[in-house]
């Protein structure tokens, strides 16, 4: 798939994460003779254990690693003065290679809210359902059951999530539902499946569905270790690309600039960080931005690089009974356990090596003693973007059977489990540009806008008390980390520590006093960081309010140029966004062949 003697494609894409996968993959397949390259500063993830076996998620994240790509922010007063750190996927599939592999679904309405035409979720549902194998529950009418994406419950059964069902069920009122991905259910407790081959028991990611299936073609092409650095135009036609041997990949390699023309189209696909500074690179952004760094302008487009989003995530450590099964084993990479899980795993596709530790959740919206109980700073957020849609949630609530955070390596070898709680429509916004450092080299300029808004808080700090109660009335439960929780006074009844077992089911909830309201704001300003979920930086938006594409992908103000990952989405999603990403792909497949003039199946 690689023959870098060649200097000329018909489409070119900057950028070799999940989307582009999708794109390039499915042009590739209706017109094999379409000469379609991929270039991408990671490496290859093709038949690698650590991007095919679904448990090794959480090694990805070490400092060390070079399948992501880590972007600081600005130090953030919000955020107690942090700079929080970023990270993107940095390999041929991009996130899909990497990710939790949770599998969730935005409500159909959020596509609706994006008000842009050929992106309704009447048209985006077909897609949807295109791209997927449900191999969950049969005949459901939103689920598509021969697409190249496999979606499964994964290889293991993990007890303690039922634990935190049935609990939640019963203490937290709500009710329990098969399927939170049918594009309108949310608020009921359920199960949560993953982007895992029920039959392999591998991930199930955009590189290997897509790409690397399409070995055979020589003119689908993927050059790995390619750090793209702008765009080639000759007056505002986008004719080709110029990069050079990525630093990291590639250390010893020649930094000379290379470029490749592209006859037909230029996709970048670089992700919410990549793409709006290969734009900006190109002399496409705001004027004030180019300036500083000594660039041309091209197009003076003021929208690139704004309208940054995420989801706000805490993973917060409680202790586990020692007889329970959690993914702490692997995680710690003890050789028996390991042994045993990939002999099966090698053998049937089972066992934890296909698991994620992750088989509960619950898209959780506040009931009204819960609205009071949050107080008034989120009210207005609630009046006028939640309250009148009941298909969107304030957050997702989930379980990890296992430790994984910034103490690993450090805490007793016992067995852990971790809250997680996310929001999805943060009123907050940042945004990434290029600049200049001190020694005149490129530098990012990333405000990441995390709890900017006051309002953005408050739904986090009630699911810390909230996730709590469940934790303590489940079997398992053995008490809290208390290194890793907030720190509160001398003598509060919110104290952390060890436990012997769970609380009764009717135990009366925690009192929190105002001391210990703010001992968890702290810890929040100073734990909360990203769901590697990022978003929004060149937006599929009018050009009049700070877009960057139209609804075709195409940049305003060129031509033969076009934008697909991410990036272009201009509203938050409340998912997890390895299912919007694969969708964007498939709709940009549609929109790329219907320009060519090719029939696309």
Not at 14 to 32: E, F, H, I, N
Not at 135 to 146: A, E, F, I, L, N
Not at 214 to 236: C, S
Not at 559 to 565: E, G, H, I, P, S
Request: proline fraction near 7%.
């Amino acid at each position: 798939m690689s023959h870098p003697s060649l200097t000329e494609f018909d489409i070119i894409f900057a950028g070799g994460g999940a989307t582009a996968c999708v794109v390039a993959g499915r042009l590739a397949a209706c017109d094999s003779s379409l000469k379609i390259l991929i270039l991408e500063a990671g490496e290859h993830t093709l038949d690698k254990p650590a991007h095919v076996q679904p448990y090794q998620y959480p090694f990805h994240m070490a400092p060390t690693s070079t399948t992501l790509t880590f972007n600081f922010g600005n130090p953030s007063p919000r955020l107690n003065g942090r700079a929080l750190i970023v990270p993107c996927g940095r390999s041929v599939g991009g996130g899909s290679t990497i990710n939790f592999g949770a599998y969730t679904r935005a409500p159909a309405s959020d596509y609706d809210d994006w008000a842009v035409e050929g992106w309704e979720s009447k048209n985006l549902i077909p897609l949807m359902k295109k791209l997927e194998t449900y191999d969950v529950q049969p005949g459901r009418p939103t689920h598509g059951y021969t697409g190249p994406i496999k979606v499964s419950p994964g290889g293991h059964k993990l007890g303690i999530c039922e634990e935190f069902i049935r609990v939640g069920m019963t203490y937290h009122k709500r009710p329990y539902s098969d399927d939170t991905n049918d594009l309108e259910t949310c608020n009921t407790y359920s199960p949560w499946a993953k982007y895992i081959d029920g039959t392999t028991g591998r991930r199930s990611d955009a590189a290997h569905c897509y790409v690397y299936n399409q070995a055979q073609n020589p003119n689908l092409q993927v050059w790995v270790g390619k750090r793209v650095t702008r765009v080639i135009f000759e007056d505002k036609r986008a004719v080709g690309i110029e990069f050079t041997n990525d630093p990291v990949s590639c250390p010893d390699a020649d930094q000379s600039l290379t470029t490749v023309k592209a006859s037909k189209l230029v996709v970048v696909s670089a992700g919410a960080f990549g793409s709006p500074a290969i734009l900006e690179r190109s002399g496409i952004g705001a004027e004030a931005v180019l300036k500083r760094c000594g660039i041309k302008p091209l197009v003076s487009l003021p929208g690139v690089g704004e309208n940054y989003t995420d989801h706000d995530v805490v993973l917060v450590p409680y202790l586990a009974a020692d007889e329970v099964v959690t993914m702490d084993p692997l995680w710690r990479g003890e050789e028996s356990a390991t042994k045993d899980a990939l002999a099966q795993w090698t053998s049937n596709g089972k066992s934890l090596i296909a698991s994620n530790g992750v088989d509960a959740k619950i898209k959780w919206r506040p009931d009204s003693d819960e609205l009071k109980a949050m107080g008034s700073a989120f009210q207005p957020r609630w009046n006028e973007f939640f309250r009148d849609r009941p298909d969107k949630c304030v957050a997702i609530f989930s379980l990890i059977a296992g430790y994984i955070g910034p103490l690993f390596g450090t805490i007793p070898p016992r067995n852990y489990m971790m809250a997680a709680y996310f929001t999805l429509y943060p009123a907050s916004a940042g945004s990434v540009h290029i600049k200049m450092d001190e020694n005149g080299k490129e530098a990012l300029d990333f405000t990441t806008g995390f709890l900017d808004d006051p309002s953005d808080i408050v739904p986090i700090n009630f699911a810390y008390k909230k996730m709590r109660e469940i934790y303590r009335r489940m079997p398992s439960y053995r008490g809290e980390l208390a290194e890793a929780h907030p720190i509160f006074p001398e003598g509060s009844a919110a104290a952390c520590g060890e436990a012997s077992g769970p609380v009764d089911l009717n135990a009366p909830d925690i009192i929190y006093t105002a001391e210990d309201d703010a001992a968890i704001e702290k810890y929040h300003r100073d734990c909360v960081q990203t769901t590697w979920h990022s978003l929004g930086t060149c937006a599929m938006k009018p050009r009049a309010e700070q877009g960057v594409v139209d609804a075709r992908l195409n940049v305003y103000g060129v031509t033969n140029l076009k934008v697909a990952d991410m990036s272009i989405v201009p509203k938050n999603v409340g998912t997890n966004t390895y299912s919007t990403a694969l969708l964007i792909g498939e709709k940009a497949a549609m929109i790329i062949a219907e320009d060519l003039g090719i029939d696309i199946v």
